[in-house]
């Protein structure tokens, strides 16, 4: 009796591994995303606040449903800006829409940049976004990692 309950419960054990894989989407194609501003905005506080718009495609025949985001920003390898966001916007198939994050800047991390600026201000700021996009169970997250140059002459 013992060997066929733990027979049985093998059985069980691998269809429910199965099923669960079965209902993955083996078609999903990862999402474009691209960051399209950074816009600071009217100072209210000690800390400088930004609005980030990210710009999202869904070339999948579902829709994608954004269940949250985690992103940071550095400025000249300091970071300035972490942040979540959960109130985001569904993508319909084949469709686009962008995405706006408010963020507020590190005051430690800003002060770094700075003061790096202030003693050398004709050197670029190296600029890096990372996000982390969570579309739900059944799908990898996705990756966004940006990074570039900025020249101040």
């Given at each position: 009796m013992l060997k066929s309950s733990r027979l049985l419960l093998v059985h069980l054990l691998v269809w429910f591994i199965v099923?669960?894989?079965?209902?993955?989407?083996?078609?999903?194609?990862?999402?474009?995303?691209?960051?399209?501003?950074?816009?600071?905005?009217?100072?209210?506080?000690?800390?400088?606040?930004?609005?980030?718009?990210?710009?999202?495609?869904?070339?999948?025949?579902?829709?994608?449903?954004?269940?949250?985001?985690?992103?940071?920003?550095?400025?000249?390898?300091?970071?300035?800006?972490?942040?979540?966001?959960?109130?985001?916007?569904?993508?319909?198939?084949y469709g686009e829409a962008e995405v706006k994050l408010s963020a507020t800047a590190d005051l430690f991390g800003s002060l770094r940049v700075l003061t790096g600026l202030l003693a050398d201000p004709t050197s670029p700021v190296e600029f890096e976004f990372n996000a982390e996009i969570d579309v739900g169970t059944f799908y990898p997250m996705i990756n966004v990692n940006r990074a570039g140059v900025i020249s101040l002459q």
């Open positions: 099923s669960g894989c079965a209902t993955m989407p083996s078609d999903f194609k990862e999402p474009g995303v691209s960051v399209v501003s950074v816009t600071p905005r009217v100072l209210n506080g000690v800390a400088p606040e930004f609005d980030i718009v990210l710009h999202v495609t869904n070339p999948n025949r579902s829709a994608l449903d954004i269940a949250g985001l985690s992103y940071t920003v550095n400025l000249s390898g300091s970071q300035v800006i972490e942040g979540v966001a959960n109130d985001l916007p569904e993508i319909a198939p």
